[in-house]
Structure formats: structure tokens, C-alpha cells
């Protein structure tokens, strides 16, 4: 199947400062790419939909200024959390979809905000 | 709004018995339905997918799945586990556009 790297895979970071996590398609254009944060012990959570050369669409209650979404190539999505605070530590996994019926995932970032 | 719902949260067997994992979705629209599997330390992959023709799906390593549109659910099957099959399983749907998941079930095969 069509590959999805995640970049970085673990990052620790301090309180107040921000973090980019990558997101990239690495045979495939993907125009739509899809951010979840999976909860221990729980689903994974649509956080935002990326569509690319657009603003991405954010689901209710994720706030938009603190989780910054680019997707300024075909190949490419960032997530950038910025003003980390220890609430925040989590597990984001990133998908890309080349059409309807599958999507295919990064392997994940583990965050953890000291 | 979409949503998808399974049942259990934890499920213990030994090797060579049977499993069914449920799940139910809700969506007013065509809906395509998945089950993906994420081992381990390991990322999630597709076991399965329906989105039209026969109900009955077969999917990877010996899994299948029947959608049931009366009564809006997807389960999962397998005739026998194996230790290897330890895992934790998502449902999913995808209606416009977006693909929502289950809270998941954390299976454990014991040897």
C-alpha cells in the first residue's frame, strides 16, 4: 500500500514552546490529508481535515490558533502545536487518502510537554 | 453526525477460538465502513473495507466482515485467533469525506 512517514516519531518539549510534527506522502499526491490525536486507552480523535493551497477544516472544539495546519504541497501537511502546554502530551497520527475508500496513516508522534 | 460505536473494550481468548468484534455505525448518507489493526508498537493498517456489493467482506490474515444494513453494524470475524492476532482493532466509518473511528478493542490472544 501507499506509504506515510511521520516525522518526528517521539518528541519531548518544555512547557510554552512549539512543536511541528511532518507529515508527508511518499508515493502519492494526497490533496487531502486528516490529523488525529489518539487519548491512552481510547479512539483516535479527528482533530482537523488539510486540504492542500486551503485552510483546514477543524473539528469542534480543536482550537485552530493552537494547532496550526499547513498543507502547502501535495506531499506534504504540518501540525505545529504551539504554546505546548503538558495537556497537550499526546499521540498524533496523521493520514493522507487517495481516494473515497481508504486512508493510509503515519505512524504516529508521541508527545510529551514537560 | 457520524459516529461508530464497538462494544467491547477488552477481549481475552485463548488461541484457536472464535471472535466476533462488534461494531455499529450511524450516518444518514452511503457510508464506507473499515476495520483497521494496530499491533504493538506499530502503525494502524486496513484489515478490511466495505463500501458496495456482497456484505460479506474478507479481509487480510483470515478476517471478514458482514455488514448488516438493518441493523447498522460491521463486525469483525475470525473462525480461529492466533497469539499473533494481539492486537488492538478500529472500526471506522467514512461518510463525507471524513473517517471517523470506534473507541477501539484491545484483544489479547493468550498462547
Known amino acids: 500500500g501507499a506509504v506515510v512517514s511521520q516525522h518526528p516519531s517521539r518528541v519531548i518539549c518544555k512547557s510554552g514552546t512549539s512543536v511541528k510534527i511532518e507529515c508527508r506522502s511518499l508515493d502519492f499526491q494526497a490533496t487531502t490529508m486528516f490529523w488525529y490525536r489518539q487519548f491512552p486507552k481510547k479512539s483516535l480523535m479527528l482533530m482537523a481535515t488539510?486540504?492542500?493551497?486551503?485552510?483546514?477544516?477543524?473539528e469542534q472544539g480543536v482550537e485552530k490558533d493552537k494547532f496550526l495546519i499547513n498543507h502547502a504541497s501535495l506531499t506534504l501537511s504540518t501540525l505545529t502545536v504551539t504554546s505546548a502546554h503538558p495537556e497537550d502530551s499526546s499521540f498524533y497520527i496523521c493520514s493522507a487518502r487517495i481516494t473515497d475508500t481508504e486512508a493510509f496513516f503515519g505512524q504516529g508522534t508521541r508527545l510529551t510537554v514537560v | 453526525a457520524q459516529s461508530v460505536s464497538q462494544h467491547n473494550h477488552h477481549v481475552i481468548l485463548s488461541e484457536a477460538a472464535s471472535l466476533e468484534l462488534g461494531c455499529n455505525y450511524s450516518?444518514?448518507?452511503?457510508?464506507?465502513l473499515f476495520w483497521y489493526v494496530q499491533y504493538p508498537g506499530q502503525h494502524l493498517q486496513l484489515l478490511l473495507k466495505?463500501?458496495?456489493?456482497?456484505?460479506l467482506v474478507k479481509g487480510i490474515k483470515g478476517f471478514e466482515a458482514e455488514f448488516i444494513k438493518s441493523k447498522f453494524s460491521f463486525n469483525l470475524r475470525k473462525p480461529s485467533v492466533q497469539w499473533s492476532d494481539t492486537a488492538e482493532y478500529f472500526c471506522?466509518?467514512?461518510?463525507?469525506?471524513?473517517?471517523?473511528f470506534g473507541t477501539g478493542t484491545r484483544l489479547l490472544v493468550s498462547p
Open positions: 450516518y444518514g448518507g452511503t457510508v464506507n
Open positions: 471506522a466509518s467514512s461518510g463525507f469525506q471524513k473517517l471517523v
Open positions: 466495505y463500501f458496495s456489493g456482497d456484505p
Open positions: 488539510s486540504n492542500e493551497g486551503s485552510k483546514a477544516t477543524y
